[in-house]
């Protein structure tokens, strides 16, 4: 969180949510957009679940930082 707020100049609590290997349904995104959340996806390769975890603290943790 962090970096992400150092990126984009203001504090906001950062959350990670993973679907299963099948993704998220329609729905379930429709829903989380409809909160405010922003969507992102590392790719077309399917992950697993552990992996995929373990892959978004990784790109997290490796974004650019703003400078002041």
Not at 35 to 48: A, C, D, E, K, T
Request: proline letters at 1%; aromatic letters at 2%; charged letters at 25%.
């Amino acid at each position: 969180a962090t970096a992400l707020n150092r990126r984009t100049g203001k504090k906001q609590t950062t959350a990670i949510m993973l679907g299963s290997e099948r993704g998220f349904a329609d729905a379930d995104r429709h829903a989380l957009r409809a909160r405010g959340y922003l969507l992102v996806s590392m790719g077309g390769r399917v992950l697993r679940t552990d992996t995929a975890a373990i892959s978004a603290l990784a790109l997290c943790s490796n974004l650019p930082i703003k400078n002041d």
